[in-house]
């Protein structure tokens, strides 16, 4: 494993980048070099801006949730810390495909199925979604994922199986902080030998996190409604992941 200080030794082409991310070769093929930025994002593009230090924030934070999901048995993309903004990940072909998991009915369930926000759901909700920003994401279900042929059956089985125990880990393991996991998106790629793992990030950007006692938000949801205060939230989850205090 590569694992150096600078990232300019080891960032090569730009493969790919993205709203809040970028990815680079590195001299391994089966390695790449993955950035997090402080651009921002929300409503499928059309609203856009500037969250600082973000990239360094949420480098940090999905570090230590993929480091806490290898260690209880899920396999990610995840190979080490480079820096304050660089990740090496593992090169994947990525499904196209957003599994979402919900807990407590907010955004666009709650809009969708006239739910108050904040209504807790007896059981986690899984949802699909086409990566397809020009298109905003359309919900989609099995048969339009088996149609267009984003992945197998067997595959899509394997993905949810991930995501409800990655929902299990994660639900338990925030509260202990005092953060409740209300919803999140996961995005799945096959490695090299034919593995299902885990890629993307996990993060305030993809996440919501709600403060367990007072109910404050500490997500982009701070960016996308104007609360203020976004930095400040993003910070508060590194802290209490940090810390292991709420």
């Not at 402080?38 to 993929?66: C, M, P, Q, R, W």
């Not at 599994?99 to 899984?126: F, Q």
């Not at 104007?226 to 590194?238: I, K, Q, R, T």
Request: net charge negative.
């Amino acid at each position: 494993m590569m694992l150096q200080k600078d990232p300019a030794a080891l960032r090569g082409e730009k493969l790919y980048e993205g709203k809040a991310k970028a990815l680079f070769s590195t001299p391994d093929p089966s390695i790449m070099l993955m950035e997090f930025k402080d651009d921002a994002t929300a409503f499928d593009g059309k609203k856009k801006g500037t969250i600082v230090e973000k990239g360094y924030f949420n480098a940090h934070i999905s570090a230590i949730l993929n480091r806490y999901l290898e260690q209880n048995g899920i396999h990610t993309h995840f190979l080490g810390q480079l820096s304050d903004r660089y990740h090496l990940v593992r090169h994947m072909d990525m499904f196209g495909l957003e599994v979402v998991v919900r807990n407590i009915a907010a955004g666009s369930l709650a809009r969708r199925l006239g739910m108050d926000e904040g209504t807790l759901l007896e059981k986690p909700v899984l949802e699909h979604f086409l990566k397809a920003d020009e298109l905003g994401d359309p919900w989609i279900n099995a048969y339009h994922v088996d149609a267009m042929g984003l992945c197998t059956p067997d595959q899509l089985a394997i993905m949810e199986s991930l995501a409800l125990k990655i929902n299990r880990l994660l639900t338990d393991h925030l509260e202990t902080i005092g953060l409740t996991l209300v919803d999140y998106k996961l995005e799945f790629g096959v490695d090299p030998d034919g593995n299902v793992r885990l890629g993307d990030e996990i993060t305030p950007d993809t996440c919501r996190f709600w403060d367990s006692t007072s109910g404050d938000k500490l997500d982009k949801d701070r960016f996308r409604q104007d609360m203020g205060g976004v930095e400040d939230a993003y910070a508060e989850v590194l802290r209490r992941l940090t810390t292991g205090q709420s």
